[in-house]
């Protein structure tokens, strides 16, 4: 019986072990901070979106019509190209104000400046600051201009200006008295004109007569106004003047109107049709001569795009709308000057 027991015993043992083999198999659990790991592995982090190109047209004075009409070109690029491209400048035509604009710009860190410049000369050692901190720098109607990667013009300086006095001769005759407006004394490209038109006189047009250094003036049409009644009070034999700056031959054209001396002194400079339109219709200015200073600044935020994007700037490039462009030096230019007279100016748009 004992050895029955005994049998018995080893019988139930061996039967719980085998039991327990056959339970089922318990999986292990991975600890909660590897399963969360593998969860953030398995997430892709968002991409950061690029910034646009920031771009700044900084031009010589903000509030009138050529300047204003520069910025819808401005506007226009930034729309086309995706930019964020914008015009800013100072009240008035003061280097000094325009000089802490670009400083400002140069600390914000934008990508790239256009700049008209009131005073190259003061700017110098400001765009050498803006090119040592990788900022591309730009300049408009400053073709001698040092510092800058390139400069834009829309027009043949020289042509531009000998063309003036062939207008003015046209209408006032070869010989007699005239003056000069330019915007002020250290505008770039109105005393390029004027030192190249006078030298064009000089040689081709010898009975004109200069009356006095060229006035700066043309940036403001009241004071255009009032140096023109002077004028005719200092010199009653006056026959003409020249006006650089949009404002300077509009407000000659208040003068003459004024006095009564329409078909006696004729007037001839740059202009905006829409605003000149009205006196070139009376005969108080006789003919206007420009680009359409649209163009202007969308050629400008379009050339700081290219640029940017590493493209090379070369002979032949389009500019949507604008023109084809040649390159003398690190001069851009496209040929766009109009005539602006009676007949077209209500046509032309701007």
Known sequence: ??????????????????????????EEVAPAESVETAAEEDVEAPVAEEEPYEIAVIVKITGIPWFNRMEEGVLQAAEDFGVNAYQVGPA????????RIVEDMISKGVDAIAVVPNDATALEPIFQRAQ??????????????????????????????????????????????????????????????????IAYAAEMYPNLELVTERIPCGEDQELSRQTTLDLLQSYPDLKGIIGFGS????????????????????????????????????????????????????????????????????????????????????????????????????????
């Open 1 to 26: 019986m004992k050895a029955h027991r005994i049998l018995l015993l080893v019988l139930i043992l061996t039967m719980g072990v085998s039991l327990v083999g056959c339970g089922p198999a318990v």
């Open 92 to 99: 008035d035509a003061d280097p000094a104000q325009q000089a």
């Open 132 to 197: 040592e901190a990788g900022i591309i720098v730009l300049t408009h109607e400053s073709p001698d201009q040092v510092g800058n990667d390139y400069d834009l013009e829309l027009i043949d300086n020289v042509a531009f200006a000998q063309h003036h006095w062939d207008m003015l001769v046209e209408n006032m005759g070869d010989s007699g008295q005239y003056a000069i407006f330019v915007g002020g004394l250290t505008v770039p490209l109105h005393n390029l004109w004027a030192d190249e038109g």
């Open 247 to 350: 404002l300077g031959p509009p407000g000659a054209a208040q003068a003459l109107i004024e006095k009564g001396l329409i078909d006696e002194v004729s007037i001839v400079g740059t202009v905006l049709p829409g605003h000149a339109a009205p006196y070139l219709e009376d005969g108080s200015l006789d003919h206007g001569i420009l680009w359409d200073p649209k163009d202007a600044g969308y050629s400008l935020v379009w050339t700081a795009v290219q640029m940017l994007d590493g493209n090379t700037i070369a002979d032949g490039a389009d500019v949507p709308g604008v023109g084809v462009i040649t390159l003398d030096g690190n001069i851009i230019k496209v040929d766009a000057m109009l005539d602006i007279t009676a007949d077209n100016a209500a046509d032309l748009g701007f």
